[in-house]
């Protein structure tokens, strides 16, 4: 059977026996309703409040509270600050639908939010830590800032001091979903995600954070050097946005679509993303339409906490040949 190579932490993570063991101790002491007056719910308290307490101690954020889905957990961070929004055309579609206003970006992904009107003082920004199909950081700005760290939270340095931080346990490597809210004062904000897989999500969050600057460093040389090698490869790729975090990246490949690229990579054993809609439901991606740049034939790497980053090499020999190969069978390896 083909070795299999997850290219993509979005499509979540198998159980390491780390999260089996975190989830066997939790899940047989820290079952009950946190809340529930009983010593089962006291005792589910007191491993939900260890638990908030480190992530306090890695983070410098007061205040912490446990989500079940990121989604949720931003639009609950938000109503809780009751002020204008004001975000980026690149953010995830379900703000952008619910945000009064967003800020268009130039070629590279970057907002220039100083040309939109209004009281500094009352409007809150959502920037982005790293936006999740492209790596590409917001510019820092002044006042009032939500950052969307879901992409990058243990695998970036944080950008700026934000107001509020939303972190989402799966860009560390945690195979459960929780949202986790930071911030610098109360924002009366109620824990949704159970304990046990809070526990899991946090005892990951331990292993991964203190080594985040190494980290990054390698997957910075290593994704640089993929880049090369496959400009070097392949004719008519195009890498999108500046300003990127190491472990996210975004490229096109001219006249093909992105759905059979990753059904003939993923053959291959390579499992990647797509970073847009369009392999769900034909739709291209708003976020490189947002940015002007080709939707078509889109690929995202967004690179596991503990991928042996040796493979991007294989990696890049094995998207050229695909491509090539997939270009010729569509008759349009000569344009």
């Given at each position: 059977m083909t070795a299999r190579s997850l290219l993509d932490f979005r499509a979540g993570?198998?159980?390491?026996?780390?999260?089996?063991?975190?989830?066997?101790?939790?899940?047989?002491?820290?079952?009950?309703?946190?809340?529930?007056?009983?010593?089962?719910?006291?005792?589910?308290?007191?491993?939900?409040?260890?638990?908030?307490?480190?992530?306090?101690?890695?983070?410098?954020?007061?205040?912490?509270?446990?989500?079940?889905?990121?989604?949720?957990?931003?639009?609950?961070?938000?109503?809780?600050?009751?002020?204008?929004?004001?975000?980026?055309?690149?953010?995830?579609?379900?703000?952008?639908?619910?945000?009064?206003?967003?800020?268009?970006?130039?070629?590279?992904?970057?907002?220039?939010?100083?040309?939109?009107?209004?009281?500094?003082?009352?409007?809150?920004?959502?920037?982005?830590?790293?936006?999740?199909?492209?790596?590409?950081?917001?510019?820092?700005?002044?006042?009032?800032?939500?950052?969307?760290?879901?992409?990058?939270?243990?695998?970036?340095?944080?950008?700026?001091?934000?107001?509020?931080?939303?972190?989402?346990?799966?860009?560390?490597?945690?195979?459960?979903?929780?949202?986790?809210?930071?911030?610098?004062?109360?924002?009366?904000l109620s824990d949704s995600a159970q304990v046990p897989q809070v526990v899991v999500a946090v005892d990951q969050l331990s292993r991964v954070m203190p080594g985040m600057a190494q980290r990054s460093h390698d997957e910075s040389r290593a994704i640089e050097a993929f880049e090369g090698k496959l400009r070097g490869l392949l004719a008519d790729v195009q890498f999108h946005g500046r300003q990127r975090v190491a472990h996210i990246r975004s490229f096109s490949i001219l006249h093909l679509d992105a759905e059979t690229i990753m059904r003939a990579l993923d053959q291959q054993g390579f499992v990647v993303g797509s970073g847009s809609a369009c392999v769900l439901d034909g739709r291209p991606s708003h976020v490189l339409a947002a940015m002007g740049r080709i939707t078509h034939g889109n690929l995202r790497l967004a690179l596991p906490w503990d991928l042996d980053l040796a493979v991007l090499d294989r990696f890049a020999e094995a998207v050229a040949n695909t491509a090539q190969a997939l270009r010729v069978e569509a008759g349009v390896d000569d344009l």
């Open positions: 993570a198998p159980w390491s026996e780390y999260a089996l063991a975190a989830l066997s101790r939790s899940a047989g002491a820290a079952w009950a309703d946190p809340s529930h007056p009983s010593s089962e719910g006291r005792r589910s308290a007191v491993w939900l409040e260890a638990a908030r307490a480190t992530v306090r101690d890695l983070s410098g954020y007061a205040h912490v509270t446990f989500m079940s889905g990121r989604d949720s957990a931003m639009l609950a961070a938000l109503e809780a600050l009751d002020r204008p929004w004001t975000t980026s055309a690149t953010n995830r579609q379900f703000l952008l639908r619910r945000l009064p206003r967003s800020v268009p970006v130039d070629s590279d992904g970057q907002a220039h939010f100083e040309d939109v009107p209004g009281s500094e003082g009352q409007r809150v920004r959502v920037l982005q830590a790293g936006n999740e199909e492209t790596g590409v950081i917001d510019a820092v700005v002044e006042g009032r800032v939500v950052l969307d760290a879901s992409a990058t939270f243990a695998r970036a340095p944080l950008p700026m001091d934000a107001e509020v931080v939303l972190a989402d346990a799966r860009a560390w490597g945690s195979p459960t979903d929780v949202a986790i809210v930071l911030s610098r004062r109360p924002l009366g």
